[in-house]
Every structure is written in C-alpha cells, then in structure tokens.
C-alpha cells in the first residue's frame, strides 16, 4: 500500500481515518435515504444550453418563467451563484436581472453567460 513519505501528512491522514470511528458522532441516515440524483446525457447536437429568452419564457402558460422555476427548486445553489458572481437582488427580480444584464456592458454579458451555464446545468439533473 502506499503511504505519504512525510511524517507530518500520515499524522494528518491518521486523524481522518480515525474520525470515522469517533464515537460522539451521530450515525448517518442510510443511504437509501439520500435522494437520487440523475444528470441527463445531450444527444448529438442537441441544445444543452439555455439563452436569455429561454430563461424568460412561462413555462405551460403559467407565470413563473424558467429562471425562476429553476431556482425555486434548487435555492441555495441560487444563492451560492449569487454570492460567487456578487449580484444583489433585494427584491428577487429574476426577469428585471435577466433585462439589466443584457446590457453591452462586457461584464454584465459575462455575468449572464454564467447564469445562462447555471441554469442549463441544473436543468439537466432530475432529483
């Protein structure tokens, strides 16, 4: 087996292995507990990749667009990206965001390249 030439990193890598065994711990839920997760695989050139106006858009004729539906159902990824990006909504306009950012501002393109990528890739996973 290998094992780390310094001493420093095995006392480290000891006192991981060794937590697993704490007895103050709780035990975990049982993995059949934990709620699968699926990532959907494009097919060939099949569009992965929401635009602005598919963000916008109702989805079924209701009056939540697809940001907004995509959010709701993942909210603290939603505020991870928020806080990566440094956005503020103080009031969660999604579709007033979408308009600022279309502006020609490079940076604001950029920012809304990212929310565009993050709301694709969530879409994508099925829980």
């Known amino acids: 087996a290998a094992e780390p030439s310094s001493a420093e990193a095995r006392d480290v890598l000891r006192f991981f ?3 697993f065994t704490d ?3 709780t035990r975990g839920a049982p993995v059949a507990r934990a709620p699968s997760m699926v990532t959907l695989t494009p ?3 099949e569009e992965v990749t929401y635009s602005v106006d598919d963000l916008r858009t109702t989805i079924d004729g209701e009056s939540v667009s697809t940001l907004r539906f995509i959010i709701s159902m993942m909210p603290h990824e939603w505020s991870a990206m928020l806080q990566r990006t440094k956005i ?3 009031q969660q306009d999604y ?3 979408l308009d600022e ?3 020609n501002c490079a940076e604001d393109h950029k920012t809304l390249g990212e929310i565009c990528r ?3 890739g969530r879409s ?3 829980m």
């Open 95 to 97: 579709d007033g965001l």
């Open 43 to 45: 097919m060939y050139k």
């Open 124 to 126: 994508q996973t099925l």
């Open 23 to 25: 007895p103050q711990l």
């Open 17 to 19: 292995l060794e937590s």
């Open 101 to 103: 950012l279309s502006s």
């Open 88 to 90: 503020r909504l103080p």
């Open 118 to 120: 993050w709301a694709s």
